[in-house]
């Protein structure tokens, strides 16, 4: 026998109704949303913060890698403000071994540089530095050196160091006794008692010696190594700018340059002169002005730093670098970064 349904069994089995079906979806859409939205805000910002600070650390580093050898250009000891210098390298006028000038530096002119690279060994010219950019070449010692203990005589080709030492066949150096300093190389190397014999004998070595004479005798003076490195933009491993260092000493190869820094999008140089000898900057200029370079005592250096990801901003930045605005070209964010450093080894 069938029982009939009553009204209240009728509507416990009723779904929802079309209108509250719809404004559940339409709640739904609106949390998804917001959820959305709070996501993709918080992926923007973490993307923005992220390269920013990606940015920084790697211009941090760029300044501070320059600074130092900024700062110590020049640097010869005891001997670094006065004395008499004397190189005795073959073709010691050439980039890699003129360290009669302990810094120098090339202007961007359009497509060339003011004054033209430099050519020969330690050129510069081919190292497709990135037109409208600086270059700046900074020399000095490097290294923990030795002292001197005997010296037979100014024309001999030998002298006695203490040990250990990080001095090598081959290596450039300079030895001083705080009023002189001689630049020459190490053609070889003899064990004595208690120490060593560093050599530096001509006809042999590249560049060689042009001359066994230091012209001074160093005993109780310090050998250390010498350093020669060129700081310049060109394309890096990503496809964009990027900051690299040269040693001047070696031959261009797949290890030199070293790509240092990515993101370095441009970099310009002025020097501060010191026109009256009084030790303080009188005018900043750019090297293709520098008329006397032994007259810079500051090097004022402007960073233009690009995000590593594109599409971080929301249009394209137009920034202002080197007295010039300029269109940025994508949605990359910029960052100019300028700082002024003195070279130690010529301040008071």
């Not at 949303?33 to 996501?39: E, K, N, T």
């Not at 004595?192 to 160093?218: R, S």
């Not at 040693?247 to 002025?270: C, Y």
């Not at 370079?293 to 233009?304: E, H, M, N, P, T």
Request: charged letters at 15%.
């Amino acid at each position: 026998m069938k029982i009939p349904m009553t009204p209240t069994q009728v509507n416990s089995q009723a779904g929802f109704s079309l209108v509250e079906l719809m404004v559940a979806i339409t709640i739904g859409f609106i949390v998804i949303g917001a959820v959305g939205y709070l996501y993709i805000g918080s992926r923007g910002a973490f993307r923005t913060a992220d390269n920013m600070s990606r940015m920084q650390e790697t211009a941090r580093y760029a300044m501070d890698t320059l600074t130092r050898d900024i700062r110590m250009a020049g640097y010869r000891g005891c001997a670094s403000g006065s004395g008499t210098f004397n190189n005795t390298l073959t073709n010691s006028s050439l980039n890699a071994y003129n360290f009669g000038q302990p810094l120098a530096g090339y202007d961007a002119q359009g497509a060339g540089w003011a004054p033209a690279l430099p050519t020969g060994t330690g050129g510069l010219d081919t190292l497709n530095i990135l037109p409208g950019t600086d270059a700046v070449v900074l020399r000095s010692t490097a290294g923990m050196g030795a002292y001197v203990t005997q010296q037979p005589g100014n024309t001999s080709a030998d002298l006695k160091v203490t040990t250990p030492n990080d001095l090598a066949i081959g290596d450039i150096a300079m030895v001083t006794d705080c009023t002189n300093a001689t630049v020459f190389q190490i053609t070889n190397f003899n064990s004595t008692g208690g120490g060593q014999n560093v050599v530096h004998n001509t006809g042999t070595g590249m560049p060689g010696n042009a001359t066994q004479d230091l012209g001074h005798n160093f005993v109780n003076g310090e050998i250390s190594k010498m350093q020669s490195k060129t700081y310049f933009i060109r394309t890096g491993a990503s496809g964009r700018p990027a900051l690299w260092v040269y040693d001047n000493f070696l031959a261009t190869s797949a290890s030199n340059p070293v790509e240092l820094v990515d993101g370095v999008q441009n970099m310009q140089i002025q020097y501060g002169v010191d026109t009256n000898s009084d030790g303080a900057v009188d005018s900043y200029t750019t090297a293709g002005a520098v008329t006397n370079w032994d007259r810079v005592v500051a090097v004022r250096i402007s960073l233009l730093m690009a995000s590593p990801d594109n599409n971080i901003v929301t249009s394209q930045q137009t920034y202002n670098y080197d007295n010039a605005a300029v269109p940025a070209g994508d949605r990359r964010m910029y960052q100019v970064l300028t700082t002024t450093i003195g070279v130690r080894n010529r301040l008071p």
